[in-house]
Each structure stands twice: as structure tokens, then as C-alpha cells.
């Protein structure tokens, strides 16, 4: 075809007419057929074209991940480079297996969702991710798996802990959330609780409702022996409101309980008439109303009884229930068609997530005491968060080959022993570091061990940081 290497067209040689001249067919033929070939060929990138002939290859062209393609499992399973960027549903308790990382490549990477199951990401091999052999979801969490390629930490999982809901499921939740603590009224009999609440039986709130019982332990609630609030018992009783410094009822304090009781009172009869002393001048029967008849030993005999067991207005029954958390405490069913939608709209890609404070973690580092050292970070800004590592190389102190000891920046001096410990600092290129004159203190691992000073032919130093 005449497109030179740059996909330039022109048109074939000899082709251009002259006027006043014969137009012949070969030559008219070869344009036409030229013209089609070409449009039939993919049109190359400087054309406005992708120069591919598929869309796998058009994404390729511009250096895009393929679309997303979402998968349920409900056995163990092993990720392939095809599964880049794929969304992927564990329903059941299985173990996803990673390929090597020279097999998938890097930035690599897949989201995985326990929805039904318990996950166990597994890389292959020795390669780590996060720093460990495997990791767990529990079902209801996610995490977004990246292929690094580093040596060592081949593989980073950002967890996304606890349930994944809609927008709708969150609306919803939102609309009928109340605050923990909040009393509600239910036509029930107490024996199917509502979501998120307790029946308030006078029971003891133990740790398996932590948000309630600080609550009630904040607010003024009786303790038990056990260090255990107690939830009211609302059997039988009324509600009354209560605030600090109240005037009616103002010797009642929170949370107190009262007997049942008549208002101090008293009746005015309109007269006394002792026996014998009643007189019917008419002849006639006469009838008193509010009179007390006294004996002739001036005695005031008591009314006949009557009413029940307490005093009490017109009721019907109800259950009353306090919220004990915030929300189901169950874990959740993942909304993935919702899920699946939101990382589309996302075009979660490597490079973005860098961008929004993925950790740098270099590769082992080689020290001295006393030594100034550098790695090239590559987070075209300085990071914000800063901590090295010692990773042991050989079997020491009860350490073993492969274990990594956190360390915060900071040198300490010892008088008559020495300067130890390691300064962190960075810049928009790279990450410093600068180890005490006497190097690095390691606590030996195991219960009642000593300290001891690190040797630099047995551990590595890395160094990590975010923005």
C-alpha cells in the first residue's frame, strides 16, 4: 500500500490527469482499488485510527487496560494475566491463587470479592503480598490486588473491610438509622427483635454490644458486679421524662423507679352524727350524703375498699427495645452488580492509585553505621508518611530468614554505649536515610529476650513512604 512508515497516504504513481487527455481504465481501476484496500485497512494512530484490527488491540494502542469483566467462583481458583483488571465473586470458602508476577506482569492487577465465602489470597511460590505469605477476606470484604514486582513484597491488596452496599441500600440505611440508645415502642410480644435493637428486660449489656454499653455506661446506667451495665426493665412500667435540674418530680434521679401512688388528697364530709342522735322530725326516712356516722366512743370507722392492685389509667401492652448498634451487625451480601458499575466508572488503573498514596517500598538496601544513603522514590512529590524495615537475610536472635521488623525514625543516644537508631527524610525524588554512629538496635525475638546490635551481613534495610 502506498502509506509510507509514518501512515502517511499517497496516492499510487501515475495516476494524476492531465487535461484534454484519454482516461483509461487500468489507471482509473488501480486508484479505486488502492482507495479500498485502504479504508479496509485499520487506520493507523496519526490518522485519527487505531492501527488495530480488534479492540483488544485498540486498547493495547492507546495503552489501556482491558474492559472489565466480572466472574463468580464457588471453588479455588488460580488468576491468569487474562484476568487483569477483573472483577472477581468468591461464593464460597476457597483460596484464589496468584501466578508468578513474571507471568502476569506488572501492574497487573483484579479486584476480589468474598460474597459467600472466606477468600484466601494465595501468591505463588515465595513471592509475598503485603509483606505476608497469603492473605484472608472474610465474606462481605474486598481488596484490589496489584502486581508490583517488587522483590520480596511481589504483591500489594488494598482491603476494603466490611459490607459493600448500593446507594440505595446506604439511602435506606441512612433514612431509618437512629442514634444507639433510642427507646422504641413494638406490637410485639418481645420474641422477634428488630434489626440492630434489644428488648429492655433488665439484662446486663455485655462487650458482644460494645457501642450500647458504652453508651449506657457513659449515661448514667446501674453496673452490675461484672462491670456490666443493665439495661431497664420496662415490664410493666410507664415512661416519664427526665432532664437535669427538673422541677416537677425534682428529687427523682435517672434512671430510678417508682411505685404506683395516689396524689395526697383528702375528702370534707358535711357533717357528724353520733348514734342516737339522729332525729326524723317529718316522721319520714331522711338519706345523707357525705355525712360519717361516729360510734358513741367517737371512733371514725373505716369505708369499705375497693379499686385493685395499683393505680393506673386505660393501657394496651407494648415491647420496648433500645437500639444496641448503628447497623446489621451481620456480615452483608456484596452488591456486585452495583460494585461492578462503580469500578467501571472508576477505570481503576495502576497508575491512578500510585497517584492516590499507594506506598513506595524499595528493594533491600545495603548500610553502615554512621552512613548517609538514598533511594529514588518516584512519587513526583515528597511523601508525606516515612518507615524503614530491617528484613532478616540470616537466621538470627530468633529471627528467621524472611521476617521484617518495623522500625520508627529516631536515634538514641547511650551514654558510654553508643548512638543507634535511623533518621528518615525525603525530598520530591527521594527517600534519605542515616543510621546512628553504632548502627541499629533489634530486639531478639522470643518472650524475656535481650537486645541486640543489628549486623549488617544479616539484615536488609527498606525503606517505605506514601503521599
Known amino acids: 500500500m502506498p502509506r509510507n512508515g509514518s501512515g502517511v497516504y499517497s496516492k499510487p504513481p501515475n495516476s494524476t490527469a492531465m487535461p484534454d487527455t484519454e482516461i483509461r ?19 493507523p494512530l496519526s490518522a485519527g485510527g487505531t492501527g488495530a484490527q480488534n479492540p483488544a488491540g485498540a486498547r493495547a494502542a492507546f495503552e489501556l487496560d482491558k474492559r472489565l469483566v466480572f466472574s463468580v467462583k464457588s471453588a479455588n481458583y488460580t488468576l491468569v494475566k487474562d484476568d487483569n483488571n477483573g472483577a472477581i465473586a468468591v461464593s464460597a470458602n476457597a483460596t484464589v491463587a496468584l501466578s508468578t508476577v513474571a507471568t502476569l506482569g506488572a501492574s497487573w492487577h483484579a479486584l476480589i470479592v468474598a460474597d459467600g465465602g472466606i477468600a484466601t489470597i494465595d501468591p505463588s511460590g515465595s513471592e509475598k503480598i503485603n509483606g505476608a505469605d497469603n492473605i484472608v477476606l472474610q465474606n462481605g470484604q474486598s481488596a484490589l490486588v496489584i502486581a508490583t514486582g517488587i522483590s ?9 473491610a466490611g459490607d459493600v452496599y448500593s446507594k440505595a441500600d446506604v439511602e435506606a440505611k441512612v433514612a431509618g438509622a437512629s442514634p444507639v440508645g433510642s427507646v422504641i415502642m413494638m406490637a410485639g410480644n418481645g420474641t422477634n427483635p428488630p434489626p440492630g435493637f434489644l428488648l429492655m428486660n433488665g439484662a446486663p449489656c455485655t462487650s458482644a454490644y460494645p457501642q450500647l454499653r458504652a453508651w449506657l455506661l457513659a449515661n448514667g446506667a446501674t453496673v452490675n458486679s461484672n462491670g456490666d451495665p443493665i439495661i431497664e426493665d420496662m ?8 432532664r437535669s435540674g427538673q422541677v416537677v418530680d425534682s428529687a427523682r434521679a435517672f434512671g430510678s423507679a417508682q411505685a404506683d401512688e395516689l ?6 364530709p358535711t357533717g357528724f352524727i353520733t348514734a342516737g342522735s339522729i332525729s326524723n322530725n317529718s316522721g319520714a326516712n331522711r338519706y345523707y350524703s357525705d ?18 392492685a395499683e393505680t393506673r389509667p386505660v393501657n394496651k401492652t407494648f415491647t420496648f427495645w433500645i437500639r444496641a448498634y448503628a447497623g446489621d451487625q451481620a456480615a452483608g451480601a456484596a452488591d456486585l452488580a452495583a460494585l461492578t458499575n462503580n469500578v467501571q466508572a472508576l477505570q481503576i488503573r495502576t497508575s491512578t492509585l500510585e497517584q492516590q498514596g499507594t506506598l513506595f517500598k524499595s528493594a533491600n538496601q545495603a548500610y553502615t553505621a554512621g552512613a548517609l544513603g538514598s533511594v529514588a522514590h518516584g512519587l513526583s512529590e515528597a511523601p508525606t508518611k516515612l518507615s ?3 528484613v532478616c537475610l540470616v ?5 528467621a530468614v524472611g521476617d521484617r521488623i518495623e522500625m520508627a525514625p529516631g536515634t538514641q543516644p547511650w551514654p558510654g554505649i553508643g548512638s543507634f537508631g535511623i533518621l528518615i527524610w525525603a525530598d520530591a ?17 522470643g518472650a524475656g529476650s535481650g537486645n541486640f546490635a543489628a549486623a549488617f551481613a544479616n539484615w536488609a534495610l527498606r525503606l517505605k513512604g506514601a503521599r
Open 263 to 268: 396524689k395526697s388528697h383528702k375528702h370534707t
Open 429 to 445: 525524588s527521594n527517600i534519605y536515610w542515616q543510621l546512628g554512629v553504632n548502627g541499629v538496635v533489634l530486639l531478639s525475638k
Open 388 to 390: 524503614a524495615e530491617f
Open 235 to 242: 415490664g410493666g412500667y410507664f415512661p416519664r421524662g427526665w
Open 152 to 160: 520480596g513484597d511481589e504483591f500489594t491488596a488494598i482491603v476494603f
Open 291 to 308: 355525712v360519717i356516722f361516729v360510734a358513741n366512743n367517737g371512733a371514725i370507722p373505716d369505708t369499705q375498699a375497693s379499686g385493685g
Open 25 to 43: 481504465s487500468a489507471m482509473f481501476n488501480s486508484v479505486i482499488d488502492d482507495l479500498v484496500a485502504d479504508a479496509n485497512n485499520p487506520r
Open 395 to 399: 537466621a538470627n536472635n530468633g529471627w
